[in-house]
């Protein structure tokens, strides 16, 4: 009770020492400290790169008075000498949830979704929160705090990580002794971000990443719109998002594909975010670097993968295994791009791990500087703070550590961290370090004593000759008690111990009782096993591939020119099909046909007995993509497909070696009016931009029947809920839409809203709708209701009762994209018959073959050819459903789906007829460049399986050496169809 | 149920189904009156054979002549002139619920997966609709013959095989209770993404146990059917017929771990008749197969490879690589939409692609899938004395430009070959007159 009691007045003393003047003190007199401290003979990096050797840190009232190597000492100075010791600034994390803990997860049913807000006079989306300040969450927690310090922290920036826009966050000094008028640096140290909604609420929208990206940009757009003074409601949020816009602004992306995609918003916006990433930055390092952001980098670098059974080590994708093998050098390769970033503990279990994962990133190749900077330099620079904290210059914090040596050295000790001039010992600074051999010498005998393990936790083995003794030692505040029995023969000593190098003496109680002189001499200090040295020099790191998945390309596929000599050309033009006929590619076009042509330098491939076609082009595709469907509202115009491409589907490379080239991705059908499409080319390897057609024609998804009427799962809340609601859903968007234009041509202010641009331009022809349909009610009501808005349905997509309403769609003068033979499934699509496409074509509609299936748009030659069997299309007239006619559904006939002198080189080469089940893809081009080549994949096989072999072992390794490892898993992504959600 | 069947939605989907069922199929095909001699077609016999200027002739539902068409013999009956066309054995679709469901996303349609995880004594036949819309659409692609199997489960049932043009169930059946089906347990489970797991595989921690559980039911049903027990146990009781060799254990598994334990716990349970379906990872156990002499039922091949890293072609050329191997192969499509069964001649016609035989592709859905549903003997090959179940096509009926089939037999009768999606195509055909 009396320590306690000490104790805590002790702690009251050196709060009440740090308070402000002007508080009134009743437990006492006033008094206050100020005294300096210095500390001497130190090795200092005042930063990373400005380093005193035998310098003096002075400090005073908590803040740095003055460092360098001649320093006077004021008279009130207690001098503490750190002879060979080192002293850092202590390091920053700034993307912390320190002391802010998560709001408590809604609690909901498993009924309808929430589509309305929860909040009143705030954005009306829950997930929009910018007027949450993590101040009012605030609440230091000591227990984490020693935690961090432990690890090197002095000071985290911390908020609220929930929601899509998170408010303001709070930069804390981890001050153990103070309280929070000091602990609390900055009460609104940045404006945080994220596409991740609130678990808070359940408010349904966004249900995806393109729809959390839609809602930050309509976020900005309103924000602009309310400061401006249009708004005559109150709207909280808003307010806060335009108070804060002078922070910092911090967007947790969290991966490489985020970054870019949330830079992508702040350069739309005029703000330069500094970004969250993941870990995987190496991977596309380029497009990073391109984004001019900083970043907050996470250090945690996985487990190998216990693959130690062979059946469990086939799901584990060569993908994962190269990034637990690449992942280290994450850091190193951002350094030498010249990215500016700092660290993070988020994404570690736990602070501890901290030190071990960058001494393996330097390992990896990451200087030693730049590691130091990214901890401390760097995240004050990023938060605006250079002159307070992250390094120990004059006026700066008194934030620092005392270490043994290099910090990132193996068995370095830190012994103090320093926050605001508060000491906190981690390991004891004057601990002597007895381990060692030693003898003991006392009546006659002698006993070999090894003390070894952790200087802080010695061990020790008591022996003589080859017998042991069971022993006890503990060493305490420079007092050595030992005692070492063996078959009830005990010996007892103990000893104070100033210098370990030096004998010892004492006395010995022997197993008789009496007691006899000893000296203890040592024979040989410690020294440190380095278990290190396995690993000689850098670790092998497998090269990153294009994408770094199995299958990717170690470089780019190129445009080449080539010559196809003697082949059968399947033009999709009106010459029909060319028998011994050679196609001249050049600079990724298709320049001459013809017979006996000229390579002049192109290379020649002998097409003999083959058959040259144009690319097949899916109208209907869901591969590529991060997500489908934005269900959380009935219309999602504002959403977009080419914010959520996914370059690394491993689909792309099997459509490929199916000869597809191009297709639409298109948003699935949840709403009646979906998202805008991207149009592809599936150029493996590139980035999700440069697969995105340049001066893309606009394309945007409308759904009908069972899916946007949510027919098939159960959802009762939505309108609508029949077919009915659908058509009055479309009148009242257009009708709204065309109100729109007319304000917005008016002169006078409107608020930009993205879904109202979207529409406007279906109505003024510009973005084309791809319409999934299915029975005749509904494609008809779409078209009636398109021709009472004055424009055209481009496209029904799916359309299996097309068949029915053909002559109306001719009339209407829209084209069909449709399913070979797919029924059945659903009652919408009882009356589907494989004839469709056929009866459309004869009605003089163009026609497409599509699949919205990763499986099936491999073999549309194959579905194309289905038409031939059920309605008796010719070949040629098939054929073309999969090329020239979904070319010109999407408007991109003038460049592709043809074999057509002046058209994109997008070919592929057939060991067969293309429209025959024994045909096989042999050669794919984009633009000239050859994407799959069946004898590069059977290399690409070969060696997928060697450096398959080649990791495992490596982690086999890994797991020897007893490093932790993790359960084999298989992240395989989903496929997607229509109705993903 | 009360409530249920106030429940308006209920009743409007009831009413719906009512009206879809309403709309009857194709009139069953009579007996066959007379004799049909097909002269001078392309016969390929489905077992591996095929006779270029081939003469066909039955009678009474039996094949009476398969031979050269220069043989000097009579033509008996209706002679169809069959030069430039083929003549193949009906088609054979194992492992499918075909006529167990009828719309997939209308529950009210479907009867294919029952409560409970071991359920033997569930047979698929008494539910079996012979009038399916489905079912009808496979024939004009020369499907003919299916297991009924139910799905779902450990134990999902027993299947029962018929043939695809009758007046009911009983009428169609061609092998009652034919086999019972086993879903074997996986080592690796996708991972429960609504409960926060990632998505993807994980190892299945439950695998061992889930094996004993297997093991404990089969050890059970034998020593039941050993005792002649008085008291019933209606799941022990349907295993019967796996024990004395009448019935075959169908085994779904994939993964090489997973096809070693089931067939090594079949086999040392005394179950004489063991066949593999799915087979992903057969290939590289084959000769574990070939010692315990199991036959493999391949996945579709217009399949996605279920691994990123492995080859782009591995599903259409699995069945090639079992062949290859020496093993017995069928094709199934148990993990697709029934009404994608139609299209099982282009799942043979795939392999083709990857080097196969045309000949021996075609086994894989005729010969092949007779046998390891041990109905060779009457069905699966154009031979004398076996059912005439066959059909006539103008093309290559294992590729889609080719599969023009003109006309159909089961058990000798001439089957029709419209189908509700004929009848639509005519219906609106005619709407828009000739162009």
């Not at chain 1, 709204?736 to 529409?759: C, I, Q």
């Not at chain 1, 029904?796 to 002559?807: P, R, S």
Request: hydrophobic content about 35%.
């Amino acid at each position: 009770m009396k320590m306690k009691l000490l104790a805590l007045t002790l702690l009251w003393c050196s709060a009440t020492l740090l308070a402000q003047d002007y508080f009134p003190e009743n437990e006492g007199v006033k008094s206050k400290n100020n005294n300096y401290t210095a500390f001497t003979n130190a090795k200092i990096y005042v930063t990373p790169t400005q380093v005193v050797e035998q310098g003096t840190l002075l400090i005073q009232n908590g803040k740095v008075v003055q460092v360098g190597s001649s320093v006077t000492l004021p008279k009130n100075t207690v001098t503490i000498d750190l002879k060979g010791k080192t002293i850092y600034p202590s390091f920053i994390d700034i993307y912390s949830d320190f002391g802010v803990s998560k709001p408590k997860k809604a609690e909901g049913s498993r009924r309808s979704p929430q589509y309305n807000p929860t909040r009143e006079g705030f954005y009306w989306n829950d997930h929009i929160m910018p007027e949450k300040n993590a101040i009012n969450a605030f609440k230091y927690d000591e227990k984490k705090a020693k935690e961090l310090r432990n690890a090197g922290f002095g000071v985290v920036n911390s908020h609220i990580q929930d929601g899509i826009a998170r408010g303001t966050g709070i930069l804390i000094a981890l001050n153990g002794k103070g309280d929070d008028s000091q602990r609390v640096l900055d009460d609104r140290s940045g404006q945080y971000f994220s596409f991740t909604k609130s678990i808070a609420s359940r408010q349904s929208y966004p249900t995806s990443l393109m729809g959390a990206m839609a809602l930050v940009r309509q976020m900005y757009t309103d924000a602009d719109w309310y400061a401006k003074g249009n708004v005559d409601t109150k709207d909280r949020s808003l307010e806060a998002l335009n108070a804060n816009k002078g922070l910092v602004q911090i967007f947790a992306a969290g991966d490489k594909g985020n970054i870019v995609r949330a830079d992508g918003i702040g350069d739309a916006n005029g703000i330069q975010y500094t970004i969250l990433g993941g870990g995987d930055e190496y991977e596309t390092i380029a497009d990073i670097k391109n984004t001019n952001a900083r970043l907050i980098i996470p250090l945690n670098f996985p487990d190998a993968f216990d693959v130690s059974d062979p059946n469990q080590a086939m799901y584990v994708a060569l993908e994962d295994m190269r990034h637990w093998n690449q992942a280290p050098a994450n850091p190193k390769i951002l350094a030498e791009n010249g990215v500016t970033f700092s660290f993070t503990l988020n994404g570690l279990k736990s602070p501890s791990k901290l030190m071990d994962n960058l001494r393996k990133a330097i390992t990896y190749g990451l200087p030693k500087t730049k590691a130091l900077e990214a901890l401390t330099t760097v995240p004050a620079q990023i938060m605006g703070r250079s002159d307070k904290i992250g390094s120990l210059q004059q006026g700066h914090l008194a934030n620092f550590l005392i270490t043994s040596g290099d910090i990132f050295a193996k068995g370095t000790t830190l012994y103090e961290n320093w926050v605001q001039g508060t000491k906190n010992v981690i390991t004891d600074l004057d601990l002597i370090d007895i381990r060692g051999e030693y003898d003991l010498k006392s009546a006659g005998e002698t006993f070999a004593l090894s003390i070894s393990g952790k200087a802080e936790k010695p061990k020790i083995k008591v022996t003589k000759d080859t017998v042991t003794y069971s022993s006890k030692m503990t060493f305490k505040d420079e007092w050595l008690l030992l005692s070492f029995s063996k078959d009830d023969q005990l010996y007892r000593l103990s000893t104070l111990v100033k210098d370990s190098s030096i004998p010892l003496t004492g006395s010995l109680s022997l197993p008789n009782g009496k007691e006899a002189p000893f000296t203890i001499t040592r024979n040989k200090p410690f020294a440190e096993k380095d278990k290190e040295k396995v690993a000689v020099g850098t670790p092998e790191i497998v090269p990153v591939t294009f994408p770094n998945i199995g299958y990717g390309y170690s470089e780019i596929p190129k445009p080449e020119n080539i010559l196809f000599r003697n082949a059968t050309v399947w033009t999709s033009e009106e010459a029909g099909i060319l028998e011994n006929t050679d196609v001249l590619v050049k600079d990724g076009k298709i320049v001459k046909i013809g017979k006996g042509l000229n390579a002049g330098r192109a290379k020649v491939i002998d097409a003999t007995d083959k058959h040259l076609t144009a690319g097949i082009i899916d109208e209907h595709s869901h591969l590529a993509a991060l997500a489908i469907n934005e269900a959380g509202q009935n219309s999602s115009a504002e959403v977009k497909m080419e914010d959520v491409v996914d370059p690394e589907d491993i689909d792309i490379y099997r459509n490929l070696a199916g000869g597809v080239t191009s297709l639409q991705l298109l948003h699935g059908s949840a709403n009646p009016i979906g998202g805008r499409s991207a149009l592809l080319k599936l150029k493996w390897g590139e980035s999700a931009q440069n697969m995105i057609y340049d001066n893309s024609p606009k394309f945007i998804k409308f759904a009908l029947g069972e899916n946007v009427k949510q027919s098939n799962w159960q959802s009762f809340s939505r309108f609508p809920q029949t077919r009915m609601g659908v058509e009055q859903v479309f009148m009242n968007y257009f009708q709204r839409a065309k109100e729109y234009e007319v304000k917005k041509k008016s002169g006078k202010p409107y608020r930009h809203d993205e879904e109202m641009e979207t529409l406007v331009e279906i109505l003024n022809g510009e973005r084309f709708i791809s319409c999934h349909s299915y029975v005749q009610s509904e494609i008809n009501m779409l078209m009636k209701v398109a021709e009472k808005f004055n424009f055209k349905v481009n496209t029904f997509t799916h359309i299996l009762e097309g068949y029915k309403v053909a002559d109306k769609m001719a009339e209407h003068g829209v084209g069909a994209s449709t399913f070979s033979d797919w029924w059945a499934y659903k009652y919408e699509v009882k009356d589907a018959i494989p004839y469709n496409a056929a009866i459309m074509q004869n009605q003089g509609l163009t026609v497409a073959i599509n699949s919205d299936d990763a499986e099936m748009s491999r073999r549309l030659n194959q579905e194309a050819a289905k038409t031939i069997k059920y309605g008796g299309v010719s070949e040629l007239e098939a054929w073309k459903m999969v090329t020239i006619n979904p070319a010109k559904l999407l408007h991109i006939d003038e460049r592709v789906g043809s074999i057509k002198e002046g058209k994109d080189a997008d070919l592929v080469l057939w060991s067969d007829n293309p429209l025959s089940v024994y045909a096989k893809a042999e050669k794919t081009l984009i633009e000239g460049a050859t994407y799959f080549d069946l004898e590069k994949d059977k290399l690409q096989r070969e060696s997928i399986s060697v450096e398959r072999n080649k990791l495992i072992g490596m982690m086999l390794k890994e797991k020897e050496s007893g490093a932790k490892t993790q359960a084999p898993r298989n992240t395989k992504k989903e496929k997607f169809h229509c109705d993903s959600l | 149920m009360k409530n249920t069947m106030k429940n308006p939605i209920y009743g409007f989907v009831l009413a719906l189904v009512t009206f879809f069922m309403g709309t009857a199929q194709q009139t069953p095909a009579p007996k066959q009156q007379e004799a049909i001699s097909i002269d001078g077609v392309t016969a390929h016999l489905g077992n591996g054979k095929v006779i270029e200027n081939a003469l066909i002739m039955f009678e009474d539902g039996k094949l009476t002549f398969v031979g050269n068409a220069m043989t000097k013999i009579a033509r008996r009956g209706t002679v169809i002139k069959g030069k430039g066309r083929h003549v193949y054995p009906g088609f054979i679709a194992p492992n499918k619920s075909l006529g167990l469901v009828e719309v997939d996303a209308v529950r009210a349609t479907s009867d294919q997966d029952e409560i409970g995880e071991m359920i033997p004594h569930v047979r698929s036949l008494i539910a079996y609709n012979a009038e399916s819309q489905v079912v009808e659409s496979m024939r004009p692609n020369g499907i003919l013959i299916g297991q009924i199997t139910p799905q779902g489960g450990r134990i999902s049932g027993t299947s029962s095989i018929v043939q695809f043009d009758a007046w009911n169930w009983e009428d169609a059946a061609v092998k009652v209770d034919d086999g019972i089906h086993l879903n074997w347990p996986n080592t690796f489970r996708k991972g429960r993404w609504w409960m926060g797991e990632p998505r993807g595989y994980q190892p299945n921690k439950k695998y061992a146990e889930q094996l004993k559980e297997v093991e404990t039911f089969l050890q059970h049903a034998a020593a039941y059917n050993k005792s002649g027990s008085t008291q019933l146990n209606p799941a022990f009781a349907a295993m019967k017929g796996l024990y004395d060799g009448s019935q075959k254990l169908y085994i779904k598994a994939d993964g090489e771990k997973e096809i070693i334990d089931g067939i090594t716990m079949a086999k040392e349970n005394g179950i004489e008749q063991v066949v593999l379906v799915g087979g992903y990872h057969a290939f590289k156990v084959t000769d574990f197969l070939k010692k315990h002499n199991i036959p493999v039922l391949v996945q579709r091949t217009h399949s996605l490879p279920t691994f990123d890293d492995e080859d782009y072609d591995l599903p259409y050329k699995l069945p090639k690589l079992l062949t290859d191997a020496g093993l017995l192969v069928g094709l199934q499509n148990g993990d697709a939409a029934n009404f994608q069964t139609r299209n099982l001649p282009f799942y043979a016609g795939q392999v083709v692609a990857q080097g196969m035989d045309k000949e021996q592709a075609l086994q894989l859905i005729t010969g092949n899938n007779a046998q390891i549903l041990g109905m060779q003997d009457s069905y699966g090959t154009l031979e004398v004395g076996k059912s005439a179940t066959l059909f006539i096509a103008d093309g290559d009926a294992l590729d889609m430009k080719g599969n023009q089939i003109t006309k159909a037999f089961i058990d000798g009768r001439d089957i029709s070959l419209e189908t509700h999606q004929t009848e639509l195509w005519k219906r609106y055909k005619g709407k828009y007159g000739p162009k």
